[in-house]
Structure formats: C-alpha cells, structure tokens
C-alpha cells in the first residue's frame, strides 16, 4: 500500500449560496483559498449547488489526474473510477466528475472546488487560479509514488 500525503481542505466562511476554505499542503502550509457552492445537511444534495460532503475520521477522499474537455488536465476528487467515470460518494449522496479547478464564484462551481490565489470574504468571490500549480503538484506526488488524498473539514463561520 502506497503511503499517502494528505492535502487539507478547512471551510470557514458560509454565506448564501457559497463556501470558503482554505487548503492546507501535506506538510501542513497554507497552500491557496478555495471556493465551493453551500454546505448541506447530511443526505441532502441540489445537483451542481452543492459542495461535496466534509469527510469525517480517518476518510479521505481520492486524487487523481484525468482529462477534461473544459478544462484540459486537472485534478479529480472521487471515491471510486468505474469505465473512465470517476464517483464521490459519501454522506449520503453521490457526485460525478468532481474537479479542482479555477473560477471566481459559485456560478463557476457546480460542485466541484475552485482553487485560487485570493479571496474576497465580502464578495464572497476568488481570483488567481491554482489550477495548474494544484495538477502539478499532485502529478509530482503521484511520480514519487505516494497516494494523494484531500481531507475536509467544516470549520466554525470565521469572524
């Protein structure tokens, strides 16, 4: 079994329709802001607004490298690859196609994490794309040999 390196993924700031974290490399370094549609109970999912469940314990979830038509190579998030297909399911719902990719607010989302340089805590919107730093880095994890993983956790609304 390969060792893991585990990237963290601390939300903490919720206001209407949006999520902002912050990521956190396997050494534990700041790394970049992430942006996410709202957080939903347990069990509850509305197709492309709704950010994937915070995983609890020693869960995490998969990182892997796949071709998007959209977005070219970029980092996906899954729990299991069925036929090219890759699935996140946990907390009592399902995602498909779940990526780590730039955009400036939850409009840009559908799910998926956007990574960015800044934030903006009023707007409630992120600029500066970390989508090619966060893909190389994984990639260079992945050619060492370890298993990438993202962990993520709900915070308290920061003040």
Same mark, same amino acid.
């Given at each position: 079994?390969?060792e /893991?390196?585990?990237?963290?993924l601390?939300?903490d700031v919720?206001? &209407? ?5 912050e990521m ?5 370094c700041?790394y970049?802001?992430?942006l996410?549609?709202?957080?939903r109970?347990?069990?509850i999912?509305?197709?492309n607004r709704t ?6 314990g020693d869960?995490?979830?998969?990182l892997?490298?796949?071709? =998007? ?6 980092v996906?998030i899954y729990?299991r ?9 946990? &907390?009592?719902? =399902?995602?498909?196609?779940?990526l780590?990719? &730039? ?5 840009? =989302?559908?799910?998926c994490i ?5 934030r903006?805590?009023?707007n409630?919107t992120? /600029?500066g =794309?970390m ?6 880095k994984?990639?260079?994890l992945?050619?060492?040999g ?10 308290? /609304?920061a003040?």
């Open positions: 079994m390969k /893991q390196k585990i990237f963290e601390k939300r919720y206001r &209407g329709p949006t999520t902002l974290g956190y490399d396997p050494e534990g700041y970049c802001y992430t996410e549609d709202v957080v109970a347990y069990g999912k509305d197709k950010a994937i469940p915070a995983t609890e869960f995490t979830y998969k892997a490298i796949r071709n =998007s038509p959209k977005f070219g190579e970029v996906v729990t690859e069925e036929n090219g297909i890759y699935y996140l399911e946990y &907390g009592g719902i =399902s995602f498909t196609q779940i780590f990719h &730039g955009g400036n607010d939850e409009e840009d =989302s559908s799910g956007l990574g960015n340089k800044t903006n805590v009023k409630m992120a /600029q =794309s989508k090619v730093d966060f893909k190389n994984v990639k260079a992945i050619a060492e370890f298993e990438p993983r993202l962990r993520v956790t709900n915070l308290p /609304q003040a």
